[in-house]
């Protein structure tokens, strides 16, 4: 069954108050199933709806729709009309979108329905909302009465290109989470689908972006290390956790060592002398290593 998405006019009136292949791992343990949408997906007031199913079995998880909407109303005895663009996206029931803290009015904070970045987790400890979410909007509010023309924009999404939209969806009694790329016109008329996957396996967490299981990359691609002027910073996927940095001289002499507990790792070049040094990660999988030169 198709789901209904609908604009909170209230909403609106707010506003004026504030002025397919699929493809898996070949790893048997390999969790990621991703899709390319070919050609793009591009969703606009001439379609309806576009569904995505995430994992094939004949249910939407997600919906998205792009709506014009128009009307009237009055404000403060003020009567007023608007006409504009909505990018919506809505969940099916037991899903949600990955939602992130941002400025609202008299500088506290609120939420909102993130666009992920690359590599951002997509997991069971972040924060979902439960419901649709508008992706962008773009309105003009007119008051006659006044002569005053008043253009709204807002949507975290609106504007963004190659953005990854976090969902949680339900199959079953089980939860997975997934990621769906898209682009969201600077006006909001158009949402651009490109490619999604999921985590096939329950409750377990994906990285946005994340197109095969991580057993599947070499270490050499799960690796970056940057370097300041005082220390190298060591970043790693999620399942690297647990390895070594190790800092050597020309001469093979161990200056500085750290192990790796998160994500990011610094190693501090405090008290080490100028020159030349390799900086080695090591995992059970392989080690990786950088020439960095300290001042």
């Known amino acids: 069954m198709k789901k209904k998405l609908l604009i909170d006019e209230k909403k609106l009136a707010g506003f004026t108050a504030m002025a397919g ?3 898996a791992g070949n790893s048997a343990d390999a969790q990621i199933v991703y899709t390319d949408v070919s050609p793009d997906v ?5 379609n ?10 004949a249910i939407a998880d997600v919906s998205f729709a792009v709506q014009n909407v128009q009307g009237a109303g009055t404000y403060s005895g003020l009567t007023y009309t608007y006409n504009g663009t909505y990018a919506v996206a809505a969940p099916a029931a037991g899903g949600g979108f990955q939602m992130s803290l941002v400025p609202g009015s008299s ?3 609120t939420s909102a329905v993130a666009p992920l970045n690359n590599g951002d987790a997509i997991n069971a400890g972040a924060m979902f909302n439960s419901s649709g979410a508008t992706l962008g909007v773009d309105v003009l509010i007119n008051v006659p009465l006044l002569a005053y023309t008043y253009a709204f924009q807002g949507g975290q999404f609106l504007g963004v290109t190659d ?8 199959a079953g ?4 989470f997934g990621w769906v790329r898209l682009d969201v016109a600077g006006d909001a008329s158009t949402v651009t689908i490109k490619d999604y996957a999921f985590n096939a396996s329950p409750n377990s967490e994906i990285l946005a972006g994340q197109m095969v299981g991580l ?26 956790i647990g390895g070594t940095v190790n800092m050597f001289s020309m001469s093979g002499q161990l200056v500085a060592s750290t ?11 405090e008290g080490i002398e100028t020159g030349i040094y390799t900086v080695a990660a090591q995992f059970d999988a392989g080690q990786v290593t950088k020439k960095v030169y300290v001042k």
Request: aromatic share 8%; no cysteine.
């Open 259 to 269: 192990s790796i507990q998160d994500v990011d790792t610094k190693l501090s070049f």
């Open 42 to 46: 591009v969703v606009d007031t001439n």
């Open 215 to 240: 057993e599947d990359v070499s270490v050499e691609n799960k690796v970056t290390v940057k370097t300041t002027l005082n220390e190298a910073i060591i970043n790693v996927t999620p399942d690297l």
């Open 107 to 109: 500088s506290s904070m």
């Open 173 to 176: 009694a089980n939860t997975h």
């Open 163 to 170: 953005k990854f939209l976090g969902v949680k969806f339900t």
């Open 48 to 57: 309806t709806m576009y569904d995505l199913d995430f994992n094939n079995d």
């Open 21 to 23: 292949a699929v493809l």
